[in-house]
């Protein structure tokens, strides 16, 4: 048991001195910290480990001058009871683009091909908008950009059809004002048919409001693994660095 504890408790310590290992083992790892990723000029397959110490929602930018954001941190989450539609949309399930009016700059474009796709089709369904992630460690913090494909992977790959049918099943009072569009309407069928129809199936926005919660919790979560893609023509808090994939540590 002795000899359990202390291999756990060097494990815990080698996970938390992740970003100051010697030069030769970063190199074989490509694991930089987050100080020496702003100097980063290598556009792919950046590793960092760090922690998830807030997220910003641009879905919920007014205009592209006065910049109103939705902030939501640990302690910040239960003010945001409705966040689904801050960050649920019908759009492009390849390219993550959305189909609501405002980018994330509250401009108003919207791509005509999809670079994600052989002929340039946009696959339209429920998606997650484009958001941020502040990231952290001992070294600095940085926002990261998280688009759908990403924004799956963070959320344990509940994909945001999932989390929209869940919640028009449980909020169906609140469908009018929802930006999320209409993509499978059917016929006269209510929401108490759905919800019948449905009653096997987990309750995925719950599952997923949690999720949320646990990501946020940076105090008792292990840093993540965060495989980070560089645009150096960005600057850091337009979208420079983006997120790829991201694992979990386990000590």
Sequence with gaps: MQHNKCTLSENCHKVRLK???DEKEKESGNFLSISELLSQSKLHGVGVYASISKMVLTGSLASHFNRKFSV???FSLKEHDDIFRDLVTAGCTLCGSPLYPKNLHGENTYPIDCPKSPKYLHVIGQIYKPFMIYVRDQSGQIP???RNKAAEILFANIIADDVSECYKNHHPMLLDTCDCGSLNTSGGETGIIKR????????WHLIWLIIIKCLLNQHKNSPFCLQISVNTDKSVEDGRFELVSLTMTIP
């Design 19 to 21: 970003n100051w290992k």
């Design 144 to 146: 990261v950009l998280v």
């Design 196 to 203: 019948k129809r449905t009653k096997e199936k987990p309750d």
């Design 72 to 74: 939501i941190e640990r």
